[in-house]
């Protein structure tokens, strides 16, 4: 997606396509600025490659919901990592590094992690865990007429999901879980949004190349052009489609 000088890139953390993607679109559009949605903290784990050691104090920093999500969240990017021989976030380790060597600033826009999952911990209602436990019993029992239903019997995971796909299981999550869809979802794509407008506003003559998870696409471009809407900005600059 491209919208005035931003190039906006959707990936699957464990498509060996995003890599690819990821890497001849910074070599092809040379931008001035590569974003990634990464905080320091998920960079650091990413760039260390280390399983990182868990402890009581973390349960207490994140809240046991938080908690449990984050294991939950790296235990199954892993497993399906595994299948196809990509590790998740190898594409935004990539694109940081092909940024490095092109030259480019590299911005890290995602909201702090901690953050994310505090709020899970504390937004979260008993309604929604007891319809995901539901929901894990059912897709164990039904597994395929569960993926049916989802349209992802025949999902290639080697490739980012077509974005009628990523439309439809967007909704679904927003509608059985709707407060988990706001804080993992929506809150991040709010402050995405507000850092990528502020990039643009600040660099107006610049290239900026921003690359997040196919989830986050369309809905973060949308909230781009209000933030920029609201602030009266206006272009002169653009990018070409080559």
Request: net charge positive; hydrophobic share 40%.
């Amino acid at each position: 997606m491209r919208y005035k000088n931003l190039i906006l890139i959707g990936t699957s953390h464990i498509a060996r396509q995003s890599i690819d993607e990821v890497r001849n679109e910074i070599r092809s559009t040379d931008p001035d600025i590569v974003a990634v949605e990464l905080d320091a903290n998920r960079y650091q784990s990413l760039k260390s490659r280390k399983k990182a050691k868990t402890s009581l104090k973390d349960i207490f920093r994140i809240g046991i919901l938080g908690f449990f999500f984050a294991l939950l969240g790296k235990w199954a990017q892993n497993k399906m990592g595994k299948l196809v021989g990509v590790m998740p976030g190898t594409e935004m380790l990539t694109a940081i590094r092909a940024a490095r060597k092109s030259g480019a600033d590299i911005k890290l826009i995602d909201q702090n992690i901690l953050i994310t999952l505090r709020r899970l911990s504390h937004s979260v209602t008993w309604k929604e865990r007891f319809r995901f436990v539901y929901d894990l019993v059912r897709s164990v029992i039904f597994r395929k007429s569960e993926m049916k239903r989802l349209g992802i019997e025949n999902l290639d995971l080697t490739k980012v999901p077509p974005r009628k796909l990523v439309r439809k299981l967007t909704m679904e999550m927003k509608k059985n879980y709707p407060n988990v869809y706001n804080v993992l979802v929506a809150e991040r794509n709010e402050v995405m949004a507000s850092r990528l407008a502020r990039l643009m506003q600040e660099n107006r003559e610049k290239k900026i190349l921003a690359v997040v998870g196919a989830g986050h696409e369309e809905e973060l471009l949308d909230m781009i052009k209000k933030n920029l809407k609201n602030e009266g900005i206006s272009y002169s600059f653009t990018v070409n489609s080559a």
